[in-house]
């Protein structure tokens, strides 16, 4: 499982390190302007917190994974990862419309890509946290 760690926290890093294009990616000047000066921030803070919490995670698995695996915390650890990725794997599924990535090529990708990406992780930290 040690390789899957390394894996799964790299990806974890460069997933964290993407949201830093986001604002502009995403149009965000103009697009967050619509909303109340709450919402806009809101939205600004918890992307950031979101990216934060992504790169720690990540930075967790590539630094302690022997601990991960081997000590009663680190199994706890993966268990709230496991229930934290399985949760994000379904809305991927059943909360973001189809809408938003049918017809369109780079969207079904990164779409499909990320699907598979939250079932790996989902399957990768439910294995470890049951052993």
Avoid: C
Avoid at 3 to 32: C, D, Q, R, T
């Amino acid at each position: 499982m040690e390789i899957h760690f390394y894996i799964i926290g790299s990806l974890l890093v460069l997933l964290a390190i993407v949201h830093i294009i986001f604002p502009k990616y995403f149009n965000w000047k103009e697009e967050l302007e619509k909303l109340s000066l709450m919402n806009h921030q809101m939205m600004k803070v918890h992307t950031f917190f979101i990216g934060l919490t992504v790169f720690l995670m990540g930075i967790l698995l590539l630094t302690s994974t022997r601990d991960l695996l081997t000590t009663q915390l680190g199994k706890t650890i993966i268990l709230g990862f496991a229930i934290f990725w399985t949760i994000r794997f379904f809305m991927q599924l059943f909360v973001y419309s189809s809408q938003l990535w049918k017809g369109k090529l780079f969207e079904t990708v990164v779409h499909i890509f990320f699907t598979f990406l939250w079932l790996y992780m989902s399957i990768v930290f439910g294995i470890v946290s049951m052993n």
